[in-house]
């Protein structure tokens, strides 16, 4: 008889452990305890999400591919793969080591798809850099993405970070990686085929990591808690082996399915590679390669020791399989068989440990959560403008603004992070998208004969104190955001890979901002008619200091036709007219402008029109097209005063000031400059084009407006004849160069 | 006229190393496998960058140990043309090919950026098409590129006129603020006494292609093509 404080401890409640008595029909062994607690885990199983993702579209303009484990789009004759994924609670409670085995994780993702991976990007957040203790995650995060993606030789090329006091407690780490194939070379997740082999390759299994996704990843933190042995341990340098040999053994035609060992290592990927092939496994736990002596049944098949896959193979082909991974020094071992009874059979030196229905273990329940609307929102939308002073002087709210963490450059982070490896990045991380090229890739050859000009673009974004406030329209500001942030570098939005980070689901406050970002992002999605393509749930990001602000993180890709085209946010030239693309609103509400400068998180978001965002980023896509802009920023935290002053100063080697003379609004003075109206964005083009510009403006009914000229040393902005702002550019690159560094290394 | 780029398990600028050959120079390239022993037919070495072993010990310290190097000693000591790039040098300083050490980066963070180097030696076989002074636009990307060397060996450097590359600022200025990684006397690539190994911490892989921002490092891979072809510098 098993007593309730043992599977109290796994993570299960005495209904699901009913629920387990009753498919089996009798009380579980230890191990199938075990591997119904993880693979029945919130991380692993979306018991509370799962009915709210179904929501998500998975079809749209470009052609998708949903696998198990990740999915993407197919580009002419290449499949582009991607997905981002939370590690938040281990980069919480060991910060180096959790970012590191969190981008490892979704490393494997990709390239168990039969994917290269070719480029890593993070979205991470913290509490107030001004805490000792968030400083330390900050850059033991840092750390840990720089010592794993540099040593695997993959691409870091941008990402997002910002700081809310929300995430004192719980800091999210989100990673997402880019992978390429020929749209034929892809493979499943699944196990079939009676009889064909089922081959462990990659490290050996130890004791780290027990119980990561049940334990740690769904539950809320307490006070004191010490859980740094659920924390698993990275080892770039055997990932970057792993990748090789499994890509060489995927391209050999005799994988048939393949997974990694992520959350819940072996339970999950046998029985959820046997499910979805509809197949069973028998599986012998003696030929588990181990690196500690003594090792339980159920602490092998609960182990979640890193850089390990299982491969179901082709019969009589496990030698050439074998011989592929032992040339990179990895194990490699065939631990079981394919089975036509849908059972899931662990045996440990022939006896029988665990027996259960392959499908039970995956379909784990579902629940319908309770949701209510917040009642402290009512109170925190309201924003009386004429209770707010407005600045004296403009300039110093500018530089204080261009100052913030979460504004202020970040090549301190990018620099760390190898961006150029495989070199493929032509747009490098610190415009609105990294911009990388698909020539070495695709057979299919342009005019110049030397593979594709095609190029992908990608972003993550979202912003959460929107989301704090207004969560439906909080999570479709952010995939039009990262839309934009796409639509400025010259590339049509494509799909979307997402990373919700909530609260505690069975609180129905948390519950409800969950569905509305949910329901946010179906809207957003279906309007720009992109898919939603792969995506994670991290739920009970929670401390005793409250929730995290709900953080629905938009991962985007896409495609550039020409990446000649190719576009960066700096002004080039002088002499260059600026334009505004979209219009400019008195909305304060919600932005880095009240909560930095008066302390306020209050308001409702900006409005958001989606015909109008569409109309303002196809005609900054179809500009770039056809190589009529010199530069593109959008305008987003810290509105048009900061997006000005990045454009001019954002290139150190050639900046260049502006003079915005031609604004003509009848508004607040901070509105205008530090307001995060959406659907804005700033082109600037040589005089001969604008007439061009105007045309395509006019084509797809974006308002467009020319609001001044580049040159000179100075930013300038006047509305009417009133000066606001008049700052050297030396001083606005001061400021926004080196605050993170002045931030961290004091 | 045949490049070969070694492989160690954890490489990971090799395949850009055998892109930029066989793509970008149109010449015939190989791979070496690190355990491999034979180097016949080979015209020059590259050594890319990466994590040779991990380097979770110092960097290229298991690396000299492997059979392909003991290899790449004879053929460098028959005059054979070898480069190390990154990690790539780091290998051939910890196998003695080239002399000094590499520390951590004086910031003690990984750095990757473009920098600019100066060309201080057009007279070897791997910068012979540069004007001299020339600057140059490449990107470093490393953890482990303070060379330094003690004062007879850097003497000794000098008087031979083995320091090939120095960082300096885009117009050429050479000092301490230009220097990204506390390198001793700024110095990003050195040749041996030979003239026939060079290493260097910048990626000329990673910029020889307009559209990856600067493509001067191209004519370093030219460089040697033409003295593979002609035996002149």
Known sequence: MIKPDVYHSLGLSDKEYQNITKILKREPSNTELAMFSVEWSEHCGYLRSRRWLKLLPKTGKYKTLIGEDSGGIIIDDLAIIFKMESHNHPSQVEPKQGAATGVGGIIRDIFTAGARPIALLDSLRFGPLSQAYNRYLFTGVIDGIQFYGNCVGIPTIGGEISFDKSYTGNCLVNAMCIGIAKKDKLVRARAHGLGNPIMYVGSSTGRDGIGGCSILASHEFKEGEEKRPTVQIGDPFTEKCLIEATLEAINTGYVVGIKDMGAAGLTCCISEMASAGNSGMDIELQAVPRREENMEPWELMMSESQERMLICVRKGKEEQIKKIFLKWDLNASVIGRVTNDGLVTIRDNGKTVAQIKAHSLTQAPVYDMPYRKPKSLRELNKLELSKIPQPKDCNKVLLQLLATPSITNKSWVYEQYDHMVQTNTVVLPGSDAAVLRLSRFSGIPPKAGKGTNKAIAATTDCNSRYCFLNPYSGAQIAVAEAARNLACSGAHPAAVTDCLNFGNPEKSESFWQFKNCVEGIRDACKSFNIAVVSGNVSFYNESPKGAINPTPAIGMIGILNDINKACSQNFKQEGDIVILLGYCREELGASEYLKEIHNLTKGDTPQLDLRLEQAVQETAIKAIERGLVNSAHDCSEGGLAVALAESCVSNKDNMIGANINKLNYDMRRDALLFGESQSRIILSCSKDCVVKVRKIALEFKAPFCIIGKTGGRVLRILNNIEKLIYSPLEDLYEEWSSSLKKNIEG | ?233
Not at chain 2, 72 to 93: E, H, M, P, Y
Not at chain 2, 101 to 108: A, D, T
Request: proline share 4%.
């Open chain 2, 1 to 233: 006229m045949r490049f070969g780029v070694v492989v160690f398990p954890g490489s990971n600028c090799d395949q850009d190393c055998f892109y930029v050959i066989k793509e970008v120079l149109k010449k015939p390239a190989t791979y070496i496998w690190h355990k491999d022993t034979d180097l016949d037919g080979l015209d020059c070495v590259i050594l890319p960058g990466g994590f040779s072993y991990g380097d979770y010990l110092r960097t290229g310290a298991i690396a000299r140990f492997s059979p392909v190097m003991k290899s790449i000693a004879d053929f460098a000591r028959k005059g054979g043309t070898v480069i190390g790039i990154c990690n790539g040098f780091q290998i051939l300083l910890e196998a003695g090919l080239l002399p000094g050490v590499m520390l951590r980066n004086r910031g003690l963070h990984f750095l990757c950026k473009h920098v600019y180097i100066n060309t201080e030696n057009t007279q070897t076989r791997f910068t012979s098409l540069y004007n001299t002074g020339q600057i140059l636009k490449i990107p470093i990307a490393h953890n482990e590129g303070n060379y330094y060397i003690d004062a007879a060996g850097l003497k000794e450097l000098r008087d031979n006129n083995q320091i090939v590359f120095r960082y300096c600022s885009a117009a050429g200025e050479i000092s301490d603020q230009f220097n990204p990684n506390g390198a001793l006397d700024n110095i990003a690539g050195i040749i041996n006494k030979k003239g026939n190994v060079l290493g260097m911490m910048p990626h000329p892989e990673r910029s020889c292609e307009r559209e990856l921002g600067s493509a001067d490092g191209y004519f370093i891979f030219k460089s040697i093509l033409k003295w593979l072809k002609t035996g002149k510098t």
